[in-house]
């Protein structure tokens, strides 16, 4: 039986190619010094997001909506602190125009 869960799975994963491949491209028009360690909390960044919306979504679907609205505003600030460190790591050793 296929349940709006698994649409969702499947648009989430068919999504994650693009952004894969945009993540390549902002990396380099942003001259962004991206090393292995760089890419390895990239990903990691993005894959906790997919799991944390595929959870929320998981508990509304569940009928637990008051839990997995809750979860997605916690995890929301969560995501954002975490980004936004992300973000001055990746920037650190940028190269200058």
Do not use: H, Q
């Amino acid at each position: 039986m296929i349940s709006n869960l698994v649409i969702l799975a499947f648009i989430v994963g068919g999504l994650t190619g693009p952004v894969v491949i945009g993540a390549i491209a902002w990396s380099k028009d942003l001259r962004l010094n991206m090393n292995w360690w760089k890419w390895l909390l990239t990903a990691l960044w993005y894959v906790l997001l997919l799991f944390f919306i595929l959870l929320d979504f998981t508990f509304i679907g569940e009928g637990e909506a008051g839990a997995g609205w809750k979860a997605l505003a916690f995890e929301s600030v969560l995501m954002l602190l975490l980004g936004t460190g992300l973000i001055r790591i990746l920037f650190i050793g940028r190269e200058k125009v």
